[in-house]
Nanobody, 115 residues
């Protein structure tokens, strides 16, 4: 069983930056694909970024060039650096760990981009 706890959300002005962190416990993350998802009010949850244990990353088109995912397997953490934030980035952001048929979710952290 993997427990995931997100942190780092908050209110930021358009053009600003935030860094989200996800700390895992209960298992090492080495074999997991780690990802960040988000869900805005009235919308489906969507993949923002993911990173495999061997360093391959994937990004939603809407965040390419602005967001960067990174993971530290030794510390059991995964982060999402978000730059040039836009109002449409406003959502609850969830950390996800996936391995084979198993998937685990954090409770989410709110990111609000507004002036």
């Amino acid at each position: 069983q993997v427990q995931l706890v997100e942190s780092g959300g908050g209110l930021v002005q358009p053009g600003g930056s935030l860094r989200l962190s996800c700390a895992a416990s209960g298992s090492t993350l080495g074999s997991y694909v780690m990802g960040w998802y988000r869900q805005a009010p009235g919308k489906q949850r969507e993949l923002v970024a993911s990173a495999t244990s061997w360093g391959s990353t994937n990004y939603a088109d809407s965040v390419k060039g602005r967001f960067a995912i990174s993971r530290d397997n030794a510390k059991n953490t995964v982060s999402l650096q978000m730059n040039s934030l836009k109002p449409e980035d406003t959502a609850v952001y969830y950390c996800n760990a996936r391995y084979s048929a198993y998937a685990y979710w954090g409770r989410g952290t709110q990111v609000t981009v507004s002036s």
